[in-house]
């Protein structure tokens, strides 16, 4: 088939890169990369370092409000479809490139491939959340990564052309972290990015969400930081470029013993989760990276469309919201003072993550223009 893929943010990089060459291999696949992250530590650096080819199309659309984005988004990418006429679009995840590329898609009659379609938060605040509805409804072939998402599209409606294929971060991530679990691998990104922090004696934190960036939510995600940061614990925040941009808007100040960095590539991210303490973070990939690897994962969101790694006592993430008591007392719990360090560095010893054959299945299912067999009904 000729494929069109659309991407746009980190995120959607890092699963192109864990499809692309299978979806190469058995198809003629033509990459566009709509521009909406921008920034060298953002997007540009993910294509050496994951291998990735170079889009073939760059439409350079970053910045702007989530309409204005879109919009922008949908009339480059029209004639571009006209013209590559593919038998088929390809959009991953939830973002205004995921929407437009369905949008730009469906309204020319191209039959859309949805990957990691079905996940929901229900929560329609969400930018994300209208995005994976509409994309969801206008696919073709829903690509699911779990039983859960496969239930959820049920429930709407949809069950012609769901495939459970499982989850393509996975597979990367069981290539990248055999690569990244020795202690010399932390040594030398704490060097490189100049930190005192040794295994199992930081934590490590990420925060994007546009919900995390009133001012109010700043206010206390930043008081929560404060809270378990410690001397000889630093929290060590990758900082979104959009984050950093909302902090220095409000005026706000982190606290002591949180130290900023940039935001990293996949390598260095995978690592310094690996040997964390434990993990701070509103991101859904961050989380699921950090239930792979075992690492304890607080998660400062109220909801998760990732419902697997929250089941219980024993699953590795925990829904912490903005509660500061919440955070004291799962870091406590999960990942005690005097422990952490033996903890982080037997979980790098022992870690054994097996590639489950996501991407092999997704570009299996795109052999013919016709919807794949229907399940779950
Ligand atoms: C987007 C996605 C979100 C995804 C996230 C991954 C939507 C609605 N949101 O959020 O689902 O989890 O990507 O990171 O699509 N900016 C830069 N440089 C960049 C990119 C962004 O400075 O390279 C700043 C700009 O001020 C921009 C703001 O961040 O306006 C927000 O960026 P945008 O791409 O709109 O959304 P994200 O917050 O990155």
Known sequence: MRIVSVVGTRPQLIKVAALQPALRRDHEDIFVDTGQHYDDAMAGNFFAELGLARPDHSLGIGGGGHGD????????????????????????????????????????????????????????????????????????????????????????????????????????????????????????????????????????????????????????????FEAVALPDRPVVLALHPGTRIALET???????????????????????????????????????????????????????EWVETVGGPDSSAVLVGLDRSAAIREIDARAPQGQSARQATDRAAGLRVVQAGAAERISAALVSAEPPVEVGT
């Open 69 to 224: 984005q879109t919009g922008r988004m949908l009339i480059a990418l029209e004639p571009l479809l006209l013209d590559a006429s593919p038998d088929a679009v390809i959009v991953y995840g939830d973002t205004n490139s995921t929407l437009a590329g369905a949008l730009a898609a469906a309204k020319l009659g191209i039959p859309v491939a949805h990957v990691e379609a079905g996940l929901r938060s229900f929560d329609r605040r969400m930018p994300e959340e209208i995005n994976r509805v509409v994309a969801d409804h206008l696919s073709t072939w829903l690509f699911a990564p779990t039983p859960a998402a496969v239930a959820n599209l049920a429930t709407e409606g949809i069950t012609a052309g769901v495939l459970e294929v499982g989850d393509l971060m996975f597979d990367l991530a069981a290539r990248i972290s055999a690569e990244v679990r020795g202690p010399a691998v932390l040594a030398a990104i704490a060097s490189r990015l100049n930190l005192a922090i040794s295994t199992g004696r930081y934590l490590f934190a990420t925060v994007h969400r546009a919900e995390n960036r009133s001012p109010e939510a700043m206010a206390a995600w930043t008081a929560l």
């Open 250 to 304: 409000a005026h706000i100040v982190l606290p002591p013993n949180v130290i900023v960095i940039e935001p990293q590539g996949y390598r260095t991210s995978l690592a310094l989760q690996l040997h964390a303490a434990a993990v701070l973070t509103d991101s859904g990939g961050i989380q699921r990276e950090s239930a792979w690897l075992g690492v304890p994962c607080l998660v400062l969101r109220d909801t998760t």
